[in-house]
């Protein structure tokens, strides 16, 4: 059977990806269509940006900063200062959709993965996330219990209550009881970083962060050697798999690349590795670029009969279960590769 070689188009793009994924990669958030945020082009004390859905069918966005409007290939273009070409190389390239183009005259700017708003805003580095840390409170016991993790496993993954959160000098985001806070402390290449949480926030963003998509969530936990272990997509999930027995880490999001270098040695560490990603399309086109690439063993808890249940991850699916329930689960994924 022969390769049919598609050339890079905006339509050839659009069968593949749909404008909501482009965006949210690119704004480093879920979003929902007429609600105000920051802006992503610059640093912004008050919302003025906001996405829509035209009377095509469009999604758009609007800056109220400058009145400018434009669909997600204007958004690349505004965001990386490029033409619309290299837009459409820039998407090639970052989600891997091999289509074929001419690289002679176009250079792409490189992007680090799926960001947040605090890299999107282009801080200096003098303006690093800093936190105040709380002891836990009842509501933060409250709301990790219900997924089986207790103090001492958040102590083990350096996981804060923070009362408040900087940005330089600059107050961003302050604890209250309906809107906790929390903060996940990573260490790589003798550098601290933080990972911003607001779990039960509505109207701000859920995550804030200046840790690059190299950093593994979990990987200072993990045993030296082991038979097994599961990679998934966020620290809340290697917790709760660690809690039924199973050792995991965390990519920064299920598109993310992993050197080979960091393969080899995963492989002479565990036996057998398997990929945990959501059943959606970026869930499922991650995990099977990493099956292809390095013989992961994608896994996931849901399938094309169960996907509208609700349980997105195995987090949701905790929530909701027994310790007994989600290890069974669990056990029964594993089990169907043996």
Same mark, same amino acid.
């Given at each position: 059977?022969?390769?049919?070689?598609?050339?890079?188009?905006?339509?050839?793009?659009?069968?593949?990806?749909?404008?909501?994924?482009?965006?949210?990669?690119?704004?480093?958030?879920?979003?929902?269509?007429?609600?105000?945020?920051?802006?992503?082009?610059?640093?912004?004390?008050?919302?003025?940006?906001?996405?829509?859905?035209?009377?095509?069918?469009?999604?758009?966005?609007?800056?109220?900063?400058?009145?400018?409007?434009?669909?997600?290939?204007?958004?690349?273009?505004?965001?990386?200062?490029?033409?619309?070409?290299?837009?459409?190389?820039?998407?090639?390239?970052?989600?891997?959709?091999?289509?074929?183009?001419?690289?002679?005259?176009?250079?792409?700017?490189?992007?680090?993965?799926?960001?947040? $708003?605090?890299?999107?805003?282009?801080?200096?580095?003098? %303006?690093?996330? #800093? =936190?105040?840390?709380? +002891?836990?409170? @009842? *509501?933060?016991?409250?709301?990790? $219990?219900?997924?089986?993790?207790?103090?001492?496993?958040? %102590?083990?993954? #350096? =996981?804060?209550?923070? +009362?408040?959160? @900087? *940005?330089?000098?600059?107050?961003?985001?302050?604890?209250?009881?309906?809107?906790?806070?929390?903060?996940?402390?990573?260490?790589?290449?003798?550098?601290?970083?933080?990972?911003?949480?607001?779990?039960?926030?509505?109207?701000?963003?859920?995550?804030?962060?200046?840790?690059?998509?190299?950093?593994?969530?979990?990987?200072?936990?993990?045993?030296?050697?082991?038979?097994?272990?599961?990679?998934?997509?966020?620290?809340?999930?290697?917790?709760?798999?660690?809690?039924?027995?199973?050792?995991?880490?965390?990519?920064?999001?299920?598109?993310?690349?992993?050197?080979?270098?960091?393969?080899?040695?995963?492989?002479?560490?565990?036996?057998?590795?398997?990929?945990?990603?959501?059943?959606?399309?970026?869930?499922?086109?991650?995990?099977?670029?990493?099956?292809?690439?390095?013989?992961?063993?994608?896994?996931?808890?849901?399938?094309?009969?169960?996907?509208?249940?609700?349980?997105?991850?195995?987090?949701?699916?905790?929530?909701?279960?027994?310790?007994?329930?989600?290890?069974?689960?669990?056990?029964?994924?594993?089990?169907?590769?043996?």
């Amino acid at each position: 059977m022969y390769k049919i070689n598609i050339q890079l188009t905006k339509e050839a793009i659009l069968k593949k990806l749909s404008e909501y994924q482009i965006f949210s990669y690119y704004l480093g958030r879920d979003f929902k269509s007429g609600i105000v945020m920051n802006s992503p082009f610059r640093q912004d004390d008050k919302p003025s940006f906001s996405l829509f859905v035209d009377r095509k069918g469009i999604i758009r966005y609007k800056d109220f900063g400058t009145g400018e409007s434009g669909d997600c290939f204007n958004f690349i273009q505004r965001k990386f200062h490029i033409n619309f070409y290299d837009s459409l190389i820039q998407i090639n390239k970052d989600f891997n959709l091999e289509l074929m183009y001419s690289q002679h005259g176009y250079e792409t700017k490189e992007y680090t993965g799926y960001q947040t $708003d605090i890299k999107q805003l282009n801080f200096t580095p003098k %303006k690093a996330i #800093n =936190v105040k840390v709380q +002891k836990f409170t @009842f *509501v933060d016991e409250h709301y990790w $219990d219900q997924y089986g993790i207790d103090k001492n496993l958040l %102590k083990v993954y #350096n =996981v804060f209550s923070c +009362k408040c959160v @900087f *940005v330089g000098d600059k107050t961003v985001a302050t604890y209250v009881n309906n809107n906790p806070i929390y903060g996940y402390l990573f260490y790589k290449d003798n550098e601290y970083t933080w990972k911003i949480y607001r779990p039960l926030s509505l109207t701000g963003y859920k995550w804030m962060s200046n840790t690059n998509r190299t950093v593994f969530q979990g990987w200072d936990q993990l045993p030296k050697k082991g038979n097994m272990l599961i990679i998934t997509k966020a620290l809340k999930d290697v917790m709760v798999l660690r809690t039924i027995g199973y050792i995991s880490v965390a990519l920064q999001n299920e598109i993310a690349n992993i050197k080979d270098t960091v393969t080899h040695e995963l492989y002479e560490r565990f036996n057998n590795i398997y990929i945990l990603n959501d059943f959606d399309y970026t869930g499922v086109r991650g995990a099977n670029k990493l099956r292809k690439r390095y013989g992961f063993k994608p896994i996931f808890i849901q399938n094309f009969k169960t996907r509208s249940n609700g349980f997105k991850d195995i987090s949701d699916y905790r929530k909701s279960h027994t310790k007994e329930q989600t290890k069974c689960l669990i056990d029964k994924l594993i089990n169907a590769w043996k």
